[in-house]
C-alpha cells in the first residue's frame, strides 16, 4: 500500500491533464493514473484546429506532449499504467492501478470515452482486415475501392470526405432517417460525387474470406436483409465512456457518469470532468475547462475539510 | 529509434532469411495512431535487443510488402518467424499487448 496522496486523477486526456496542472500549482500531492495508452484520444488525431492559442492548429499527440510536460513541471507524477478499480465507497478511496493500491483524499475521474464499434457478427475478426475507424490512417488501402462509412455524425461526414479522394465510391450507412452532423458538414458530403446515403439501414454482419467481402445490410423499415459487395467499413457511430469498476459511483443508463453542476459525482470527494461524463461538447477544449474545474472544487473541498494543512493560493 | 529500416527492397535478405525472430512496424508518417505504437516499439527494439530484429517500415515507401500481406490498417505490427508472418497487432494498442506477443514469439 503506497502512502496517502492528496488527489488522484484517472486518465490523461485534456481533462485530466489540465487538472493536474491545477491541482500541482496549488500544492496538492497529485498521481495521474494515465493508462498504458496515455494521453486519450487527441494521441489518435490529426491536426486540431480549434483548441485556442495555436493559430495554425496543433498536431493532437504533440498538444498532449506539451500538457503532459507542463503538468510534470509542476509535480504531478504521472504513471503510465492501466486504472483496474477503484473503491469511492470509503475514505481514503483505494485504487488499483498496475500492480499496484493507492489512496488518496480527492479523486477527479477523467477517463475519458473510446470509439465504439458495431458489436456484429464477423467484425472484430475483421478489424484491420477491411474494417477500420480511422479514415485518415487507411484510405489510401481503398484506391479505386467501394467502402461503407456507418455514422450520421460529423466525424462520419469526415470519414467519408477523406475515403472520397481515393475510393471508388463511398456509402455512407445511418440507421436513422437524417443525420446529426453538422450543416457545413452534411452539405460539403453531398456535394462530393462520389459519396451516396443509405438511411433507416444498418449492418447486421461483415463477410469475406480473408478481408472484409460484403456486409449484411438490415433496412429497419421493411426488414429486408440484402448482401452488398464492399470492400471496406469504416465504422464512426460514437464512443463508449471508459466508467468499468467505479465502485460507489453511479452512471446514467449509457455508461457516463452522472454528474452535477459540471463537476460533482454522487461521491463525495469524487469529482469528474471531460467526455467520461460530456456527452454534450466532447471537445479538447471543454474537457480541459472541466478538468480545471474538477481541480479547484477538490482543493476547495480538501481545504473545507481540513485535511490539507498546506494551502497556496495561486 | 528501432533503427532498423525495412524496405521492399531488404525484406527478402533483411526479414525473411533471419535468423532471429522479426517485428515490423507498419507506418505511415500522416497516421496519427501510429506515432502511438512508434515509441512502444522502440522501446520494446531495446528491451529485446539481440533475441527480436525490431525495424519500421513505411507503407508509403514500401506498398509492395504491405500489399503481399494484406496489410489494410495501420498502424499494424507483424511479428516474423522463420520467415513465415505468425502473429500481428492491429491499431493503437497499448505496449503490454505489443511485448506479450514478442514473448510469445520467442517460447513458440
Known sequence: ?314 | MADIIFTDQNFEEEVLKSDVPVIIDFWAPWCAPCRVVGPIVDDLAKEFSGKVKVGKMNVDENQQTAGNFGIMSIPTVLYFKKGQPVDSVVGAQSKEVIKQKMENLLQA
Open chain 1, 1 to 314: 500500500m503506497n502512502s496517502l496522496l492528496d488527489v488522484i486523477i484517472i486518465g490523461s486526456g485534456p481533462a485530466g491533464l489540465t487538472a493536474a496542472i491545477y491541482t500541482t500549482r496549488a500544492a496538492l500531492k497529485t498521481l495521474v493514473i494515465a493508462g498504458e495508452k496515455w494521453g486519450g484520444q487527441l494521441q489518435l488525431t490529426s491536426l486540431v484546429e480549434n483548441f485556442p492559442g495555436f493559430p495554425e492548429g496543433i498536431e493532437g499527440p504533440e498538444l498532449m506532449v506539451n500538457m503532459r510536460k507542463q503538468a510534470e513541471h509542476h509535480g504531478a507524477e504521472i504513471k503510465e499504467v492501466n486504472f483496474t478499480s477503484g473503491d469511492f465507497t470509503k475514505r481514503p478511496f483505494v485504487i488499483n492501478a498496475g500492480e499496484t493500491t493507492y489512496q488518496a483524499q480527492a479523486v477527479i475521474l477523467a477517463s475519458g470515452a473510446d470509439a465504439r464499434w458495431l458489436g456484429v457478427k464477423g467484425e472484430a475478426e475483421k478489424i484491420g482486415k477491411g474494417v477500420s475507424s480511422c479514415a485518415t490512417c487507411d484510405s489510401m488501402f481503398f484506391r479505386n475501392k467501394n467502402v461503407f462509412v456507418v455514422g450520421g455524425g460529423d466525424s462520419a461526414m469526415e470519414e467519408a470526405l477523406v475515403l472520397a479522394k481515393v475510393a471508388n465510391s463511398v456509402t455512407v450507412i445511418h440507421r436513422r432517417d437524417a443525420f446529426r452532423a453538422s450543416e457545413i458538414m452534411q452539405s460539403r458530403a453531398k456535394e462530393e460525387p462520389k459519396i451516396t446515403f443509405l438511411f433507416n439501414s444498418e449492418i447486421v454482419e461483415v463477410k469475406g474470406e480473408m478481408r472484409v467481402e460484403s456486409a449484411l445490410v438490415k433496412n429497419s423499415q421493411t426488414g429486408e436483409v440484402k448482401d452488398m459487395p464492399m470492400d471496406g467499413i469504416f465504422v464512426a457511430i460514437g464512443h463508449i465512456p471508459n466508467t468499468k469498476n467505479y465502485q460507489g459511483i453511479e452512471l446514467d443508463p449509457e455508461g457516463y457518469i452522472k454528474v452535477q453542476d459540471h463537476y460533482k459525482t454522487n461521491i463525495e470527494g469524487v469529482f469528474t470532468a471531460g467526455d467520461v461524463h460530456d456527452r454534450s461538447y466532447r471537445q479538447a477544449i471543454t474537457a480541459a475547462g472541466f478538468g480545471a474545474a474538477a481541480a479547484l472544487e477538490a482543493q476547495r473541498w480538501l481545504s473545507t475539510e481540513g485535511k490539507v494543512t498546506e494551502f497556496k493560493a495561486n
